[in-house]
């Protein structure tokens, strides 16, 4: 978390002021316009020359009707205690902020994020969720540290996020993606498959945890074999087709995408669905390197994507004895199995 002052050369403003009427906020709602509005009033009443990411939080536990001050409030985040947090943290300035107010360059980047969180989530608007979900996203504002010294988890409140906006049936994406049968059974069961190629020059990433290794899995996203077997397992398990579908490698977007990242994705899509993750087993096979340590790692990430507790997730490894690809560490596959419960 980076604690400024008022308005250092780090923090220095986009050019210009911030309108919420420029033509970069057209898709805003109502809501989220107003929040841009309440986060100026909010970097005066500080006396600060900028909009931060602090500034944005406040903007929005105060538009108290939007989905992302709902969200807010039910884990616990009132307006006070923020505001409480923020003046804390940073303090105020002692000078009285002058001229236009603009972004600073981590609220520019949440905007940016609010934008793709848009994207991903087949809207056609971008509302005070979205916000929400890209000031999450960034991470490593005051707004951030602010939420942790609430003591609320980040991942906790993207979970919470998406479960509201699929309650609402605001997903229409999900709905439409692929031709599938709707499965009415309580209880629904997948299997998920990946083998990747181990090349000089890449990340060995597995279950979204960078290992040291001097090779990588080659592949269009971070070719994280563990997470798209797990993946497949869901999708296969909901009847939902395959990660193939919805993250071609044809399509550039991906390109080096973040296998945590579609997993949120997928797990967007199966509660959408109707559906919520019961456990997950999953099989890594490679000679090389052990991946034993970094299991609590795996399981801990997996599980916060995917609103659920380390305990419902269980990943093993093993070799394959010097037999195949894998055996002659010319590549690392994974075999994933899980089952999903109707909400």
Known sequence: MDVKGCGGAENEPSEGGLRADQPRFDRFTDRARKVLTLAQ??????????????????????QADGVAAKVLSSLGVERHK??????LIIGRCERTASGEIGLA??????IELAVDEERRLGHHYIGTEHLLLGLIREGEGIAAGVLDSLGLNLERVRTEVVSIL???GSMPHVATAAPHRQLTAPVAMG????????????????????????LGLEGHSDADVLLHAIMDALL?????????????????KWNDASSLVLLEDVHIMIRYDGWTVGNIDATVIAEAPKIA????????????RLGIESSQINIKATTAEGAGPE???EAISAHAVTVLIRR
Do not use: C
């Open 41 to 62: 009033e909010e970097a005066q009443r500080l006396n600060d020359n900028h909009i931060d990411t602090e500034h944005l939080l406040l903007g929005l536990v105060r």
């Open 105 to 110: 360059p981590r609220a520019n980047r949440v």
């Open 293 to 304: 340590a970094h299991i609590p790692r795996m399981r801990r990430k997996i599980a916060s």
């Open 236 to 252: 296969g398990a909901a009847g939902l087709g395959d990660i193939g579908h919805y993250f071609p490698n044809t399509e550039d």
């Open 327 to 329: 055996g002659r560490q």
């Open 166 to 168: 699929t309650q609402t």
């Open 82 to 87: 923020v505001r409480r947090a923020v003046e």
């Open 191 to 214: 299997h998920g498959y990946d083998i990747h190629r181990l090349v000089p020059d890449r990340k060995l990433i597995l279950g979204g945890v960078v290992l040291d290794h001097p």
